[in-house]
């Protein structure tokens, strides 16, 4: 069910649309651009932090929600992802 939802998510945010609170929410703290998408499916919390570029929509990163600090961990791993992949893409 989780997976089926992601899929529908991301293939909005393909198609151009921009998605808000309950499905999604944005996170400056990882970057300009930057969001998560909340997915929930029978045993987790999921969050897929993604950036909107100009052209492609980046997923950088998902985890399982489990607690706050965790969550923070979470969005410094997709900060650093996203760095990378700008200087692997400059």
Same mark, same amino acid.
């Given at each position: #069910?989780? &997976? =089926?939802?992601?899929?529908?998510?991301?293939? /909005?945010?393909? +198609?151009?649309?921009?998605?808000?609170?309950? %499905?999604? &929410?944005? /996170?400056?703290?990882?970057?300009?651009?930057?969001?998560?998408? &909340?997915?929930? +499916?029978?045993?987790?919390?999921?969050?897929?932090?993604?950036?909107? +570029?100009?052209? *492609?929509?980046?997923?950088?990163?998902? %985890?399982? =929600?489990?607690?706050?600090? #965790? *969550? *923070?961990?979470? %969005?410094?791993?997709? =900060?650093?992802?996203?760095?990378?992949? +700008?200087?692997?893409?400059?």
């Amino acid at each position: #069910m989780g &997976r =089926k939802e992601a899929g529908v998510l991301i293939g /909005l945010l393909q +198609d151009g649309e921009l998605l808000s609170m309950p %499905f999604s &929410r944005p /996170l400056p703290t990882v970057g300009p651009r930057c969001h998560e998408l &909340r997915v929930r +499916d029978e045993s987790h919390e999921w969050r897929i932090v993604y950036r909107i +570029d100009p052209t *492609q929509i980046i997923v950088a990163h998902h %985890f399982a =929600k489990k607690g706050k600090s #965790m *969550q *923070q961990r979470e %969005f410094v791993k997709a =900060k650093k992802i996203l760095a990378m992949f +700008d200087i692997a893409n400059s």
